[in-house]
C-alpha cells in the first residue's frame, strides 16, 4: 500500500513554477515519483489554461527542475506551460 502525504505544495501562477514535497515510506521512493508527477500534471492542467464549460481540459506540459530526497521527503521543483 503506498502511504503518501503531502509535506508542502506551493505554485506561483504568474511564474508557473511551483514545488511539491511528500513524505514517503523508505522503499517507496518509485512509486511516489510517480505520484507527484501525476499530480503536477493535474496541477498544470487545472490552473494553466482556459477552462470551457462542458469540456475536460487538454493534456498540460510541466518540466522538472530538481528533484531531492531528505530522509523521507521527496520534493520536486516543477514549471509549468
Known amino acids: ?4 502525504s503531502v509535506a508542502s505544495l506551493t505554485y506561483d ?8 514535497a511528500v513524505k514517503v515510506n523508505a522503499n517507496q521512493y518509485e512509486e511516489a515519483r510517480k ?7 493535474t496541477l498544470a492542467r487545472d ?12 493534456a498540460a506540459t510541466y518540466y522538472s ?3 531531492k530526497i531528505d530522509g ?3 520534493e520536486i521543483e516543477f514549471k509549468t506551460e
Open 1 to 4: 500500500m503506498l502511504s503518501i
Open 13 to 20: 501562477p504568474n511564474t508557473r513554477m511551483g514545488k511539491l
Open 35 to 41: 505520484w507527484i508527477r501525476k499530480n503536477i500534471e
Open 47 to 58: 490552473k494553466n489554461i482556459a477552462l470551457m464549460t462542458g469540456q475536460l481540459p487538454p
Open 65 to 67: 527542475l530538481g528533484e
Open 72 to 74: 523521507n521527503v521527496i
